[in-house]
């Protein structure tokens, strides 16, 4: 009788655990394993980061990692979604073209300043998360200007009309 109530009990706790994870579709998708790849190397690079003498550095993996985590979580529940108003692209691609420069930076200062194999470590990880982030801000630097362009074309159509609406209001 024990076993029979066991699998209730902990079917709800699986349901929350597995509420967190992303779902297959967008995991396997291009900006999901972009993401979950920004996720981990930030994480990488915090640990080793940590562990080394550059732990001064440690902040910006930390924040990096903290907010892929959160666009992660925010893509794949369609959190953005809510949020209409909100521009997620473009602070998407504003947070990756500012984790690409600083990881790029603290890297080289990482792999350069410091004799630590730690440090070392973290720069590997640093330039690799580099090479990452800046992929992604490429690839959503091209879906808005895709989307810049459709936008000005629609946009030049309804202007066309008020200023038809305009001439018959004026008589």
């Known amino acids: 009788m024990g076993d029979i109530e066991t699998p209730d009990s902990t079917e709800p706790r699986q ?60 893509y794949s529940t369609k959190f953005n979604e809510r949020f209409k108003g909100y521009c997620w692209p473009l602070t998407d691609f504003m947070r990756c073209v500012t984790a690409s420069i600083i990881f790029f930076i603290i890297s080289i200062m990482a792999v350069s300043k ?24 490429y690839l959503i630097f091209n879906e ?15 202007s066309g009309q008020r200023e038809d609406f305009s001439d018959s209001d004026s008589d």
């Open 114 to 137: 410091y004799p630590d194999g730690s440090s070392k470590a973290a720069g590997i990880f640093g330039f690799v998360a580099t090479i990452v982030f800046a992929l992604d801000f």
């Open 15 to 74: 349901a929350v655990l597995l509420s967190f994870l992303p779902s297959k579709e967008f995991a396997t998708s291009r900006k999901g394993m972009l993401l979950i790849g920004e996720v981990a190397l930030s994480f990488i690079s915090f640990v080793c980061f940590a562990a080394s003498i550059a732990a001064a550095f440690v902040t910006v993996p930390l924040l990096e990692f903290l907010a892929a985590l959160f666009l992660l979580f925010a």
């Open 144 to 158: 808005l200007a895709t989307f810049l362009k459709q936008g000005g074309e629609s946009n030049e159509e309804p």
